[in-house]
């Protein structure tokens, strides 16, 4: 059996429904189920049993035996969030206690870490670990990530095989649900065809034009393939970047969201929100040298081809994955 975690969000249901097509069916899906737009993203999926979060634990310590892998994606990922309380309980309490089921049992561990560690990217964007705990995150949610990430490094127990991941700007399919925090993809679908337009955050930075920020912008299915292969791979434990590792500013992303749409091209700015304004990345770029050093060749999309895939195949369709 696999365990996934956050398994009604976005990117806990895209890993399930590549497990599905990679034949792993004995799926233990587990999450708050009380969303039901999240519930869309598992319809038509083979799982098993789904698992409460609050029980999860009273649930391993009966069947850890059967279990292969944890995959533990759930988070509070809300980055206009600013209760610590909330970061501390479900982001770094609940994955230290996941972190020691897994030595506890011998369960191999795949979490989700998040390019948010990088704050302002003062130290740069490589998963070297050692600068770890210098990081600056600019936010409670990208501390909370660091917080487990510092926490995770300093243990001398450890799941024999584990690796964190650092998600960046993560987009596609089975995100309906996630409103304010959806994709700038899909926020600018959904401006498009309601109004045929697209506003975008003016800059705020001298060294970068308006819409000229830029992002690792990473689709969805890449990020799947990445798990999968470590998975697989269950060597080199710890913590690596996953993006695409090419930034693309937000006006490529507009630009390639109105051509898959069949739209001309209306483009206008608004000033960014004040209550993010101090907090906003200007740039990431993943250095993806630590995966491709341990033996993943796989391409990654470019921009251009995972929004025509997203917007075509999903958006469009108003499917899911």
Not at 128 to 133: D, G, H, V
Not at 305 to 313: H, M, S, T
Request: charged share 25%.
């Amino acid at each position: 059996m696999m365990v996934v975690t956050g398994a009604a969000g976005f990117v806990g249901s895209c890993l399930i429904q590549r497990l599905n097509e990679l034949n792993f069916n004995f799926i233990i899906a587990v999450d708050h189920f009380d969303n039901p737009e999240k519930k869309k993203n598992l319809e038509n999926k083979k799982i098993q049993e789904y698992v409460d979060r609050d029980h999860f634990f009273e649930w391993l310590d009966k069947n850890n035996k059967h279990v292969e892998f944890i995959f533990h994606i759930g988070a509070r990922t809300d980055t206009t969030e600013f209760d610590k309380a909330i970061f501390d309980k479900l982001n770094v309490e609940y994955s230290k206690k996941i972190w020691n089921a897994c030595i506890a049992y011998q369960i191999p561990l795949i979490y989700a870490s998040s390019a948010a560690t990088y704050g302002n990217g003062e130290f740069g964007y490589d998963d070297n670990e050692e600068i770890i705990p210098k990081l600056k995150p600019l936010n409670p949610y990208g501390d909370s990530k660091n917080d487990f990430d510092i926490w995770a490094l300093q243990q001398e127990k450890q799941p024999f095989f584990w690796a964190g991941l650092k998600f960046f700007n993560v987009y596609g399919p089975n995100e309906f649900h996630k409103g304010r925090m959806a994709s700038v993809i899909f926020h600018a679908y959904n401006q498009i065809k309601t109004s045929g337009k697209m506003k975008l955050f003016r800059s705020h930075n001298p060294n970068y034009t308006d819409g000229g920020q830029m992002r690792d912008f990473v689709y969805v299915k890449d990020l799947c393939n990445v798990i999968i292969f470590l998975m697989h791979h269950r060597k080199n434990s710890g913590i690596y970047n996953l993006g695409s590792g090419q930034a693309r500013t937000f006006l490529d992303l507009v630009k390639n969201t109105f051509k898959n749409m069949n739209v001309s091209e209306d483009i206008s700015f608004i000033d960014t929100p004040i209550d993010i304004r101090d907090k906003y990345q200007y740039f990431t770029e993943a250095n993806m040298n630590k995966l491709k050093s341990i033996g993943y060749t796989e391409k990654f999309h470019t921009l251009e081809e995972g929004i025509e895939d997203y917007v075509k195949n999903y958006l469009i369709a108003e499917k899911y994955w």
